[in-house]
């Protein structure tokens, strides 16, 4: 076999190989495959106060508390200072967020869980309803809040997670919240 019998050999092989290789990715090629993309996300705590879905960012979140966590009323506190609690040898508030958002303060003893906060330089317990899950939600889905949302609660909205047609729940900001109770608000 000559040299130039020998590269023309070598070139169809080639050619075959190249062939062979386009038709396996033609063959396993699907139009619904998933491609997994590491996009940003953010862990949020989902809870309702008033009936209402919220959420806060798990980075504030420090410590889920239970509802039977003993919470003290001292007399002369704002309206939305619920009372102290002892944690550890240290002593939290606990606040209600129904002022500050416009909800109804419900009638009786405070109960539902209380999520220990901390923003704005302090940190609180925050009492809620009922604590719904807390999850991993891709950055892309939290859209900015509208416009059309109530003025008494746009202030305290970062961002709006529309889960499906009929659903959807506001991502409060810890620090706008806490520097407003800080100013006394609510």
Same mark, same amino acid.
């Given at each position: 076999?000559?040299? $130039?019998?020998?590269?023309d050999?070598h070139?169809?092989?080639? +050619?075959?190989?190249s062939?062979?290789?386009?038709e396996?990715?033609a063959?396993?090629?699907?139009?619904? @495959?998933? *491609?997994d993309?590491?996009?940003?996300?953010? +862990?949020? *705590?989902?809870?309702?106060?008033?009936?209402?879905?919220?959420a806060l /960012?798990?980075?504030a979140?420090?410590?889920?508390? /239970?509802?039977?966590q /003993? #919470? %003290? %009323?001292?007399p002369?506190?704002?309206?939305?200072? $619920?009372? #102290?609690l002892?944690?550890r040898?240290? !002593?939290e508030? *606990? !606040?209600?967020?129904q &002022?500050?958002?416009?909800?109804?303060?419900?009638e009786?003893?405070?109960?539902?869980? !209380?999520?220990? *906060?901390s923003?704005s330089?302090?940190? @609180?317990?925050?009492?809620?309803?009922?604590l719904d899950?807390?999850c991993e939600?891709?950055q892309s889905?939290?859209q &900015? &809040?509208p416009e059309?949302?109530?003025?008494?609660?746009?202030? %305290?909205v970062?961002?709006?997670?529309? !889960?499906?047609?009929?659903?959807?729940?506001?991502?409060?900001d810890?620090?706008?919240?806490?520097?407003? %109770?800080?100013?006394?608000?609510?």
């Amino acid at each position: 076999m000559n040299s $130039e019998t020998s590269r023309d050999s070598h070139a169809n092989d080639q +050619q075959q190989i190249s062939q062979t290789l386009e038709e396996a990715l033609a063959a396993h090629h699907d139009d619904e @495959s998933v *491609v997994d993309v590491d996009e940003p996300t953010q +862990q949020l *705590v989902l809870f309702r106060i008033n009936g209402q879905r919220f959420a806060l /960012p798990g980075s504030a979140v420090s410590e889920i508390l /239970p509802s039977d966590q /003993p #919470v %003290y %009323y001292v007399p002369g506190l704002p309206a939305s200072t $619920e009372g #102290v609690l002892h944690l550890r040898g240290k !002593i939290e508030s *606990v !606040i209600n967020l129904q &002022p500050l958002l416009d909800l109804p303060t419900p009638e009786g003893t405070p109960s539902g869980m !209380i999520l220990l *906060v901390s923003a704005s330089g302090i940190r @609180s317990g925050v009492r809620i309803e009922q604590l719904d899950d807390v999850c991993e939600v891709a950055q892309s889905l939290l859209q &900015p &809040p509208p416009e059309t949302l109530s003025s008494t609660l746009l202030p %305290y909205v970062s961002a709006l997670w529309q !889960i499906d047609e009929r659903q959807a729940l506001a991502l409060l900001d810890p620090e706008a919240l806490f520097s407003a %109770y800080q100013q006394g608000l609510g």
